[in-house]
């Protein structure tokens, strides 16, 4: 699995010109999930993600995680992060896992981000969407379950 994280002052997504979640400060999640991860990678993912120290102490360094300072995710789905565009200039997305895996693998990881008490706001599965996100820092990680970064 893979996670862009970015830390915001505000994040949306809309369908179809109707907003479907919103968060104040909190992060912002892109999730992908490849072919043969597991529930462990999703677990591991979100266990990392919630203590992440990405907020800022009283003296600037970043030194809070979300659980610290009471902020929101929003998560969405985002098959294109395992696209390949090594190659030719159409990406590959063979590496992608098909939906019904990949819908099972993000629901879980959800559901693990909420386990440790944080509100979780979630795109649509599928869906085109339209995501707006005022970026804090701007703060963007890359996360992997694999461990490669």
């Known amino acids: 699995m893979r996670v862009v994280l970015q830390r915001c002052s505000s994040a949306s997504v809309s369908v179809a010109g109707e907003q479907v979640s919103a968060i104040d400060r909190g992060l ?11 529930e462990e990678d999703a677990r591991y993912l979100a ?4 203590h992440l120290r990405v907020f800022s102490d009283e003296t600037g360094k970043m030194n809070h995680d979300i659980l610290t300072t009471g ?10 992060l395992y696209g390949d565009a090594r190659k030719g200039r159409r990406p590959n997305y063979m590496n992608a896992a098909r939906p019904d895996e990949a819908r099972m693998r993000y629901e879980q990881f959800n559901d693990a981000l909420r386990s440790f008490g944080v509100p979780v706001e979630t795109g649509v599965f599928g ?14 990680l890359l996360l992997d379950s694999e461990r490669t970064f």
């Open 47 to 50: 266990e990392k993600v919630v």
């Open 71 to 80: 902020g929101s995710i929003l998560s969405v789905s985002q098959f294109t």
């Open 127 to 140: 869906a085109m969407m339209d995501i707006s996100l005022v970026n804090d820092g701007p703060v963007t």
């Open 28 to 38: 912002l999640l892109l999730v992908g999930v490849k072919v043969g991860d597991s």
